[in-house]
């Protein structure tokens, strides 16, 4: 069965780029979004169809798409970025989440 | 502004039914859209439960299928969750989700907790 794959954790430091990766074979034949979750909170979509931001997601959030990875971009990093990050796609009409990855803003 | 809401017992017995219901404002689940269910356990990650179209077809995730039902209540404006035959491995915060197949969840209620034990 499909699966994907994200590292379970990132920092980065205040002020500089994180980027959040999530593989799977041929990710990039398939349309993926993120989810931001801060803790007690209900998940929030920051990027859909690969690189689209809905509105309210800052600028500093995009997305890309290519081959076996897609990759979550975070410029100019805030320590209000700090939560759990989630990948998500679907396969044979079953949506699929990554395990997610705790971005820590040092 | 699309807004959901969970609602039901916090508590349930095991081998006994899960049911919630997602209560939606700002919009008519008749009018459009896919309306789901995600969990997630304690401490972990997501994992989808299933779909209802707004015509009433359904999507399970094949490792749950046999034990969900997802059905939609337009007169109520609400779509509902019931799960059979439950475990402690059932125990999970559910969130009830605006979905649009093969694309996004957006947006997410704010979580029920449900927990599996005698």
């Known amino acids: 069965s499909f699966e994907v794959t994200q590292p379970p954790s990132v920092s980065v430091s205040p002020g500089q780029t994180a980027s959040i990766s999530c593989s799977g074979d041929k990710l990039g034949e398939k349309f993926v979004c993120w989810y931001q979750q801060k803790p007690g909170q209900s998940p929030v979509l920051v990027i859909y169809?690969?690189?689209k931001r809905p509105s309210g997601i800052p600028e500093r959030f995009s997305g890309s798409n290519s081959g076996n990875t897609a990759t979550l971009t975070i410029s100019r990093t805030q320590a209000l970025d700090e939560a759990d990050y989630y990948c998500q796609t679907w396969d044979s009409s079953t949506a699929l989440f990554g395990g997610g990855t705790k971005l820590t803003v040092l | 502004q699309v807004q959901l809401q969970e609602s039901g017992p916090g508590l349930v017995k095991p081998s006994e039914t899960l049911s919630l219901i997602c209560t939606v404002s700002g919009y008519s689940i008749s009018s459009g859209y896919y309306w789901g269910w995600i969990r997630q356990p304690p401490g972990k990650g997501l994992e989808w439960i299933g779909n209802?179209?707004?015509?009433?077809?359904?999507y399970y995730n094949p490792s749950l299928k046999s034990r969900v039902t997802i059905s939609l209540d337009t007169s109520r404006n609400q779509f509902s969750l019931r799960l059979t035959s439950v475990t402690a491995a059932d125990t999970a915060l559910y969130y009830c989700?605006?979905?649009?197949?093969?694309?996004?969840?957006?947006?997410w209620g704010q979580g029920t907790l449900v927990t599996v034990s005698s």
């Open positions: 169809q690969d690189t």
């Open positions: 209802v179209f707004h015509g009433g077809s359904t």
């Open positions: 989700v605006q979905s649009l197949q093969d694309d996004r969840f957006d947006p």
